[in-house]
């Protein structure tokens, strides 16, 4: 029989941070927290194999930060890393992380390198609490769709350029998975969800710390379910969110993210752990004869836990002479500072650090 275990950290960061990382953007710091963010861990074993996942609410961790996370967590948990797996939602509205990507900022940098270091002690901490926190467990799977993800691929009409929109004929995933993990005396413990959409509803105009919407699809589902809910971003490549983006995104990401765990909440009801079968054993006799079964648990297999690793090399679009992309980076930087210093108009500097943010994204792209 399989056991499972589940822990939750909190890890919003402080106010003040470098925030987002939207070439748009005029701000630079996070001036509040609209939604706290989370880092929460489910292991799992089978008395022999544990393996953990750990979901955080970040946009991603670069190489160098990823690895001291996932060093943390081999250290306190004693696991090889090969049966950690390290999951981001993939929020556009939390923190900055590492330096690549911050370079075009002069507030807010300065708290990221504290950020990156606790990070790493609470994943280690939240997975090692998971692993402690094993029990016996029943699991049950289901699926469901949500229409809340459109494809982005948008032409624009007056020229055909191919910007991030709104497409609705384009190709999307709209399944919904779902993952019920229940103890062994009928208790809810998780609920994993995968779903593919880019978490950007809230966009460069919000300067607030979110979650965006996998963070309030969570909090519904805990609601109605009781268990302690996970998210593993699908394939989200060219799926964008049905609103919000560009502007507006603040007022939407709740009631999109309230659409997909509702839709999670009902697949986990009719989930049901474990599975039943009925037998028709009579009647009663009453206002009218009503039929009367018997229900008994479905036998269940044996569970056995196995953990595969493959890494796979994705191609790069050719972007650039190395040197040629770091020259234009620092000049873009050097302007944006030039103009950041003289109080330039928003709309220059708001052009100013899309030409920062790009080139720089063409220079990490690069250089890796």
């Not at 402080?14 to 963010?37: F, K, S």
């Not at 090969?82 to 300065?110: F, V």
């Not at 009503?290 to 297999?301: G, I």
Request: glycine share 10%.
């Amino acid at each position: 029989m399989l056991s499972a275990g589940v822990a939750r950290s909190d890890i919003t960061p402080p106010i003040g941070i470098g925030h987002a990382g939207w070439g748009a953007q005029v701000h630079q710091r996070a001036v509040g927290v609209d939604l706290p963010l989370w880092a929460t861990a489910l292991a799992i074993s089978d008395g022999r194999e544990i393996f953990v996942i750990i979901d955080v609410d970040a946009m991603y961790l670069f190489e160098k930060e990823a690895a001291a996370v996932l060093d943390a967590v081999a250290k306190l948990t004693k696991l090889p890393e090969t049966h950690i797996r390290l999951s981001y939602t993939h929020t556009h509205s939390g923190p900055l992380s590492g330096t690549a990507w911050s370079a075009w900022m002069q507030e807010g940098p300065e708290m990221i390198a504290a950020y990156d270091e606790g990070l790493q002690h609470k994943a280690a901490g939240v997975a090692w609490a998971a692993i402690n926190a094993l029990e016996p467990v029943r699991i049950g799977a289901g699926r469901g769709s949500s229409g809340i993800g459109i494809n982005r691929r948008m032409q624009r009409p007056e020229d055909g350029r191919v910007i991030v929109g709104r497409n609705p004929t384009g190709p999307i995933d709209p399944e919904v998975q779902v993952v019920r993990i229940d103890t062994i005396d009928g208790r809810p413990l998780a609920t994993l969800v995968n779903y593919a959409c880019h978490p950007i509803t809230v966009g460069p105009d919000c300067d607030l710390i979110t979650p965006d919407y996998p963070g309030a699809m969570k909090r519904v589902v805990e609601q109605a379910t009781g268990s302690t809910c996970m998210f593993l971003q699908g394939a989200a490549g060219d799926i964008g969110p049905i609103r919000g983006g560009a502007s507006g995104g603040i007022h939407e990401y709740r009631r999109l993210g309230s659409i997909l765990g509702h839709e999670v909440s009902r697949i986990w009801w009719e989930t049901e752990v474990p599975q039943r079968t009925e037998c028709y054993i009579g009647t009663l006799e009453s206002g009218a004869p009503l039929a009367m079964y018997s229900e008994q648990p479905a036998e269940e297999p044996d569970r056995f836990l196995r953990v595969c690793t493959r890494v796979t090399a994705l191609p790069t679009r050719e972007v650039g002479d190395p040197d040629t992309l770091a020259a234009e980076f620092a000049h873009h930087i050097a302007e944006l500072g030039r103009l950041r210093d003289h109080q330039a108009s928003e709309s220059v500097i708001r052009e100013q650090t899309m030409l920062a943010k790009r080139t720089g994204m063409r220079k990490v792209s690069r250089v890796r």
